[in-house]
């Protein structure tokens, strides 16, 4: 064991992770990375296969970033936006205006996705409180949601794993079924089955609107929930229905924003402005936190007043608006320009999909999921009868031990092997990981388990 081993065993608490585990265990310490590839402390190489938990874009020590942070640097690192502006904070909130979905023109920032999340909600909240509709103070949200890991974002939270044991904290939202249910999965058309979750949702808002401020949605995928995909024309009649029933609707862009589902944003999939977006993950490319929630005209005015009448939005973090995340975020963006990087996903993503179609024939791949290069594959005992895994097997989790043998390291969740490449990856490096996962997928599934308890099921 090297000596970060040793510190990080005795000293580091790790998210999503069940400690016993991770201390009984070696950990692999990384200590450089170059391009779509992670470099451990003995010199080993690793795609980057869930691009650093869906946050990297360009890969890493992208030149222009790097570049970007250090020019930062050589001015000011951090000052507060309480009562002062800054150059890259301006200039981002602009471009990020430029390319959002219209009626989208104001830009609040924070620190991550859960904290970009929080605030919409808040802002939501608050904004019906100055509207006069005092009585809208509820949200709507799926289940199965992931918004984050606050007290706020867990509370319109729908996975039981994660959120259960927290619910006396919470504030409760109204759950609908969402679109992408075990039982959708299961029925023969999809499509169908995703739109009867449309009615649940007409009905809720039919009776109840005057009590609900918002309705927060993951657009096209619900991500954590293991890469669940919504059926086409989904997002837009939420749009649809949420506008007449006069609720917000809060599109929480963390994961798919920045170029994933294929277009900059997912809302664009189905031309939907949403009355907020938040997004964080790869905002900065993946280089530092950073998130922001975007709003509209509308909203932003109702918080306009006398400083006596007290309708100022209360709520800021101590790093928000961060000089040199900013820098590295313009950066980000540049490159998406410069390097026409959503024009060169439409070849990446139909390689993925030309694999993918071979894996979905190995015999234990039970749904196989993708959206842009978003990846999801569903592994289950009997495909047949969408049969899954006993849990403590940790089949998901074996499969992704087994692809870094091979130099690929992916994470799963549950069951589901979750793969999400840097945007930057070429053809052949996409087809290179699939084919790791292809062979890690058959070897761990297709033999039977000698010593199924050596391993605990990963969480996330
Ligand atoms: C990851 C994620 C979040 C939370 O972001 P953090 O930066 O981890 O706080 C929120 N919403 C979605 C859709 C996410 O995928």
Redesign the pocket.
């Known amino acids: 064991m090297n000596e970060t081993e040793m510190k990080d065993k005795q000293f580091v608490w790790h998210p999503f992770t069940q400690m016993k585990d991770w201390v009984s265990r070696p950990q692999m310490v990384i200590s450089a990375a170059q391009g779509i590839k992670l470099i451990d402390t003995d010199g080993n190489e690793f795609y980057d296969g869930v691009s650093s938990?869906?946050?990297n874009i360009h890969g890493h020590r992208k030149a222009e970033i790097d570049q970007a942070i250090v020019e930062q640097l050589g001015k000011v690192a951090h000052t507060t936006m309480l009562g002062l502006a800054n150059i890259p904070a301006s200039q981002l909130a602009e471009q990020l205006v430029a390319v959002a979905p219209p009626g989208l023109t104001k830009v609040f920032y924070s620190?991550?996705?859960?904290?970009?999340?929080e605030v919409a909600l808040k802002m939501a909240f608050q904004y019906w409180q100055h509207k006069g509709k005092t009585g809208k103070q509820k949200f709507i949200a799926l289940e199965q949601?992931?918004?984050?890991?606050?007290v706020g974002?867990v509370s319109v939270g729908g996975i039981d794993l994660f959120h259960r044991v927290f619910k006396p904290l919470l504030f409760t939202p109204v759950h609908i079924p969402a679109p992408s249910c075990y039982h959708c999965r299961l029925s023969s058309d999809q499509a169908v089955c995703g739109m009867q979750c449309v009615t649940v949702l007409e009905q809720v808002l039919a009776e109840h609107h005057e009590e609900i401020a918002g309705m927060v949605i993951?657009p096209l995928v619900?991500?954590?929930a293991g890469m669940l995909m919504s059926p086409p024309g989904y997002l837009a009649k939420i749009r649809e229905l949420t506008r007449k029933y006069d609720v917000l609707l809060i599109v929480?862009?963390?994961?798919?924003g920045f170029g994933r589902t294929g277009k900059m944003f997912a809302c664009e999939h189905e031309q939907v402005s949403p009355d907020m977006m938040?997004l964080?993950?790869g905002i900065t490319g993946g280089y530092l936190?950073l998130?922001a929630t975007l709003t509209t005209q509308a909203i932003y005015d109702a918080f306009l007043g006398d400083y006596a009448d007290k309708k100022t939005f209360y709520h800021g973090h101590s790093y928000t608006g961060n000089p040199l995340a900013c820098a590295a975020a313009l950066a980000n963006l540049k490159i998406f320009r410069e390097e026409r990087v959503i024009e060169g996903l439409a070849a990446k993503i139909a390689a993925a999909a030309a694999k993918l179609e071979q894996i979905g024939k190995l015999a234990h791949a039970g749904d196989v999921r993708q959206c842009g290069l978003i990846v999801g594959i569903e592994l289950m005992q009997d495909k047949d009868r969408k049969a899954p895994y006993p849990w403590e097997q940790a089949v998901g989790a074996r499969v992704c031990l087994q692809a870094r043998k091979y130099g690929l390291i992916i994470r799963p969740i549950g069951d589901v092997v979750i793969f999400m490449p840097p945007l930057a990856s070429t053809v052949k490096e996409i087809e290179e990981m699939l084919d790791i996962i292809h062979r890690s997928i058959q070897e761990v599934t297709e033999r039977t388990f000698i010593n199924s308890d050596s391993l605990q099921p990963t969480d996330l």
């Open positions: 938990l869906w946050v620190d991550d996705g859960s904290t970009a999340v949601a992931y918004h984050g890991d606050t974002t993951e619900q991500a954590a929480d862009e963390v994961a798919t938040t964080s993950k936190p998130a």
